[in-house]
C-alpha cells in the first residue's frame, strides 16, 4: 500500500512539474486575436487591410495569432483613411448622405 501511494505521489509530481515553468501568458488559442483584427480591420481597403479581415473571420487561431502583430500595425496605421468615419471631400456625399 506504501509503494502504491509513493508511486501516486510521484506520478503526479511528475505531471505537474511541467507546468510550474510555462509561461502564463500564452494561454491564447488565437480566436481573441481573431476577434480583433476581424473588427479592427473591417474598414480598411487596403489589400492587406481585407486579406487581415478575412483571416479574422475566418477564425483559424494559428493563423491570426501568426499575422496578429502585422495586422494590428497595417490597421491601426490606416484607421481613418478611407473610412465611412472620415471627414467627405467637399460637394460630396458623407456617411449620412448628404451633400457637403
Known amino acids: 500500500m506504501k509503494k502504491l501511494t509513493l508511486l501516486t505521489l510521484l506520478g503526479i509530481a511528475l505531471v505537474l512539474a511541467p507546468a510550474c515553468g510555462e509561461d502564463p501568458e500564452v ?3 488565437g480566436t481573441a486575436e481573431c476577434d480583433e483584427i476581424g473588427e479592427l480591420c473591417h474598414p480598411v481597403m487596403t489589400t492587406l487591410g481585407q ?11 494559428s493563423v491570426c495569432l501568426d499575422r496578429y502583430q502585422e495586422c494590428k500595425t497595417h490597421c491601426e496605421s490606416m484607421a481613418g483613411e478611407g473610412g ?15 451633400a457637403q
Request: proline share 3%; charged share 15%.
Open 27 to 29: 494561454t491564447s488559442d
Open 84 to 98: 465611412a468615419g472620415g471627414t467627405p471631400a467637399q460637394g460630396t456625399a458623407g456617411a449620412g448622405g448628404a
Open 51 to 61: 486579406e487581415c479581415h478575412d483571416i479574422g473571420h475566418d477564425r483559424v487561431g
